[in-house]
C-alpha cells in the first residue's frame, strides 16, 4: 500500500517502541520520514539507515521534544532538507508512576514538559508551514491512562489528559485551514515503557480488564496514526481514538 505516498512526516521518538512503528509504517506507505531521538543515537541511526534502503528520505535528528528551542531549530532543519511537512506524530513521552504522596515537584515538572510541553513545543512550530500549505495531519499519542486515570500515575494522567483538551482545541482553530490534530489512545502496548507488564501477578491483573485479554502491539498503534495520517480519514479532526482493546469501556 501507498497510503501516504509524496507526504513528509516527522515523528518524535521515533528509535524505539510505538514511535519506531509509526516511523517503519509510514516509510512502508510512501512517506518521507524525519524521526527524533533524546538518548538513543546508535539504534536511532541504524534505523534511519535500514529504512533509506526503501529508496524513500529517512532521517534520525537527535532532538529534546521537552525543549522549545530545540524542536523551533528541528522544524527548520527538517523544513529545509525535506522541503515540507504534511504529518506530525508528537509521540514522545515519558512515565514517571509514583503515589502522589512521593511525586516530587521535579518529577511532576519532568513528566509534564516532557509529555504534554513536548506537543506544544512542536504543534506551535508546525502549524506555521502546515497552514501556509492549507492542509496537515497532526496526531498527539496520549494514554487511555489520560482518559480514565489511575493510581500512581497522577502526572501521566495529567499530561495525557492535556494532550486530549489540546487536540481538540487544535483542531476547532484548524480545521477551517484544512488541518486536522487528532489523538490515540493506547492501552498497554509492549514496549520498553511497559516491561513491568511481563511480570507474574501484575500481567493477569491487567489482562483481566482488557476485553480482548492480551496487551497490544505498537504496530496495532502504528495502523491507527497511518489511518489517521492519511487521507481515508479525510473527515476526522478532533477526535481520540483508543486503542487498547476495549479496556475504556
Ligand atoms: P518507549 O519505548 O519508552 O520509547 C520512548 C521514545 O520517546 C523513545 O524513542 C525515546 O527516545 C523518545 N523520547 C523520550 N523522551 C524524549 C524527549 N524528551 N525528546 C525526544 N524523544 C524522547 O515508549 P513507548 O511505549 O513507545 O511510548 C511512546 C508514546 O506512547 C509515549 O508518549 C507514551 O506515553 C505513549 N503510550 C505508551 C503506552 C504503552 O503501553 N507503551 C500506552 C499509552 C501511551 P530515546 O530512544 O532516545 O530514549
Given at each position: 500500500m501507498d497510503l501516504l505516498k509524496d507526504k513528509v512526516a516527522i515523528v518524535t521518538g521515533g528509535s524505539r517502541g510505538i514511535g519506531e512503528a509509526i516511523t517503519r509504517k509510514f516509510v512502508a506507505n510512501g512517506a518521507d520520514v524525519a524521526f527524533t531521538y533524546l538518548s538513543s543515537e546508535d539504534k536511532a541511526n541504524a534505523l534511519a539507515n535500514e529504512l533509506s534502503a526503501s529508496g524513500q528520505k529517512v532521517k534520525a535528528y537527535k532532538s529534546n521534544a521537552a525543549s522549545y528551542e530545540d524542536s523551533e531549530s528541528l522544524i527548520d532543519q527538517v523544513m529545509k532538507e525535506f522541503g515540507k511537512i504534511d504529518i506530525c506524530v508528537n509521540n514522545a513521552g515519558i512515565s514517571r508512576d509514583n503515589l502522589l504522596l512521593r511525586v516530587g515537584e521535579e518529577q511532576w515538572n519532568e513528566v509534564i514538559q516532557t509529555n504534554l510541553g513536548s506537543v506544544y513545543n512542536m504543534t506551535k512550530q508546525i502549524i506555521r508551514p502546515m497552514i501556509k500549505a492549507r492542509s496537515g495531519s497532526i496526531i498527539n499519542i496520549s494514554s487511555?491512562?489520560?482518559?480514565?486515570?489511575?493510581?500512581?500515575?497522577?502526572?501521566?494522567?495529567?499530561?495525557?489528559?492535556?494532550?486530549?483538551g489540546f487536540t481538540k482545541s487544535i483542531a476547532a482553530e484548524l480545521g477551517g485551514r484544512n488541518i486536522r490534530s487528532n489523538a490515540i489512545a493506547p492501552g498497554f502496548i509492549e514496549t520498553d515503557m511497559t516491561h513491568y507488564l511481563g511480570e507474574g501477578d501484575n500481567a493477569k491483573t491487567y489482562l483481566s480488564k482488557i476485553p480482548l485479554a492480551r496487551f497490544g502491539t505498537a504496530e496495532e498503534v502504528a495502523n491507527v496514526?497511518?489511518?489517521?495520517?492519511?487521507?481515508?480519514?479525510?473527515?476526522?479532526?478532533?477526535?481520540?481514538?483508543?486503542?487498547?482493546?476495549?479496556?475504556?469501556?
Open positions: 487511555i491512562i489520560g482518559v480514565r486515570g489511575n493510581a500512581g500515575q497522577s502526572s501521566y494522567a495529567a499530561s495525557k489528559a492535556g494532550i486530549i496514526a497511518l489511518f489517521l495520517a492519511s487521507d481515508l480519514s479525510s473527515y476526522i479532526t478532533g477526535q481520540v481514538i483508543c486503542t487498547c482493546g476495549g479496556l475504556n469501556m
